[in-house]
């Protein structure tokens, strides 16, 4: 008889430790959206890019790593961008979106360091990535951007703030418009005097 082969089904085949910590962080990230109530069509981008690079690091283990992390670091960038333009609207704090730029920094730094590593071996590579989900030291990328969302946010409180209103008439505008109105009845008055006085002269 030849010798049994043991037989990893793929439920039980070890995941990278990057796949642990993207999983992570769209459950946290997902929590804090709902917390702070952001409005389901901008927090929505947001839950399906970090679900689909924790997807595609998934998929990569178990059947090949191209395209697959190719499309997880592509999502985790399309969350960034995400989290940038809701900062620059001042719907998230600086604080929570530094610290998100951290995290998702650190997840692409794993997954290019599963691109350089066998497949078989990526259950020991190592990633340790710092726990916390919020702190107050803003990110590298955090530093670079941040004049650019400044300005951005002062450009849409001005926009907000400069609403168009219905025009107003000026005094002068108003003051002509009833001297105009004075005349025009003034006139009618005096066409129907002078009818009156026309009508009654025939009559006599």
């Known amino acids: 008889m030849g010798q049994i082969t043991e037989h990893v089904t793929y439920s039980e085949k070890p995941l990278p430790a990057v796949y642990a910590a993207a999983l992570e ?14 409005r389901a069509a901008q927090a929505g981008p ?17 059947s090949g790593p191209k ?9 985790l960038l399309k969350c960034m961008h995400a989290l940038q333009v809701l900062r620059a609207h001042g719907t998230l704090t600086v604080q ?9 920094d650190q997840l692409l730094i794993g997954i290019d360091q ?3 590593t066998a497949t078989h071996s990526w259950p020991e590579q190592p990633f340790s990535p710092q726990p916390a989900l919020l702190t107050d030291e803003p990110s590298v990328s955090s530093k670079r951007i941040e004049p650019i969302l400044e300005r951005v946010s002062k450009a849409i409180a ?13 005094a002068r505008a108003l003051t002509t418009t009833r001297m105009g109105l004075t005349t025009v009845a003034q006139r009618r008055r005096q066409a129907e005097s002078v009818r009156t006085e026309t009508d009654a002269a025939r009559r006599s």
């Open 25 to 38: 962080f769209h459950l946290l990230i997902q929590a804090h959206l709902d917390k702070v109530e952001v």
């Open 46 to 62: 947001i839950n399906r890019a970090t679900e689909r690079a924790c997807e595609q690091i998934f998929l990569a283990s178990h």
């Open 67 to 75: 395209p697959h992390l190719r499309t997880a670091k592509k999502a």
């Open 96 to 104: 929570f979106c530094s610290e998100s730029e951290r995290r998702i």
């Open 114 to 116: 599963l691109e350089g």
């Open 158 to 170: 001005l926009h907000a703030r400069a609403k168009p209103r219905a025009a107003r008439p000026s």
